[in-house]
């Protein structure tokens, strides 16, 4: 590095502003008391067109998860997705109200709970003056899982989704989703090698409409994580030492799986699920032996009983 044999001499911070650019503020007679501005978005007129949904997204917030697997209850950075619909006959929505009413969710100490993010998204409409809401919540959700044999522990991750509408007049409706990874095992390279059969991660995506939020008996994110690592070859661990590693290895061959096995047993635990009145389950298998994917999708809705 160069030694400036110069002694240097800054001018003022205030200074420096003005030579790179900074200028004074603009007198001007324009209103600066809320009372006396211009409100553009309330104005009255015909605008041509009702909007579905308004609103704000990728609004980072932290958000407070309760869970039927350790640890019960943790932090979690949440992305939302706030709307509202909007009638031809207003310009737009005040849209600061939406950020006001999620802080003030936050600091009455609101969490990932169904019931209380209905009522929270009920409020928004109530609030914004509008017939109909919408939340849409992702977030990352920790859980305890421990290693077969040694029982080491350490903390798996699975990506969640919580979307519920609301309509004046007709209440809400509630989407949950979960997407974990798993192992899965190629039946068909078991079958045709004299040894060995290569296996490859599955991304399980699911997404559940529930009936009665309110009513669960289980943690949503435990039923639909059992779901889909109980019907794949052999779950993730976090930690596996050489024994856990052996019995993962074995499990994951005594329980083939292609992705259309996959999808099929996973729809058929989701069926019996009481709560879930439709669903989506899909897997992607990131294959070890090709540069491709392997997917299936399945969507049911059941029957009216």
């Avoid at 001018?11 to 603009?26: M, N, T």
């Avoid at 997407?179 to 559940?208: D, F």
């Amino acid at each position: 590095m160069r030694e400036d044999r110069v002694t240097l001499e800054l001018p003022s911070k205030a200074e420096r502003h003005r030579l790179f650019g900074s200028v004074d503020p603009i007198p001007g007679d324009k209103p600066t008391t809320k009372e006396y501005m211009s409100d553009l978005q309330n104005e009255k007129r015909n605008y041509l067109f009702d909007i579905e949904q308004v609103g704000i997204a990728r609004v980072k917030h932290p958000i407070t998860v309760e869970a039927g697997l350790s640890p019960s209850s943790q932090v979690s950075i949440g992305t939302f997705k706030l709307t509202t619909s909007l009638n031809r006959e207003a310009k737009g929505i005040n849209m600061s109200r939406l950020t006001e009413h999620l802080e003030e969710y936050r600091q009455q100490g609101g969490t990932t709970d169904l019931a209380q993010l209905a009522r929270f998204t009920e409020g928004l409409a109530v609030r914004m003056n509008q017939e109909r809401a919408e939340l849409e919540l992702s977030f990352p959700w920790f859980y305890e899982r421990r290693s077969p044999v040694l029982e080491k522990t350490g903390l798996n991750h699975a990506e969640t989704l919580i979307r519920i509408s609301y309509e004046a007049g007709r209440g809400s409706r509630t989407v949950v989703g979960l997407t974990v990874a798993v192992t899965t095992l190629c039946p068909c390279s078991k079958e045709i090698s004299e040894y060995s059969a290569h296996n490859q991660r599955g991304v399980v995506t699911m997404e559940a409409h529930i009936d009665e939020p309110d009513k669960l008996e289980q943690d949503w994110k435990v039923m639909l994580l059992d779901a889909a690592e109980s019907n794949a070859s052999a779950p993730l661990h976090p930690v596996l030492k050489r024994p856990d590693e052996k019995a993962v290895t074995e499990k994951a061959y005594e329980n083939p799986r292609f992705v259309e096995d996959m999808v099929r047993l996973i729809a058929a635990d989701l069926v019996e699920l009481e709560a879930v009145r439709a669903f989506t389950v899909e897997c992607r298998n990131e294959e070890s032996i090709h540069l491709h994917d392997a997917i299936a999708k399945i969507s049911y809705t059941k029957p009216h009983s």
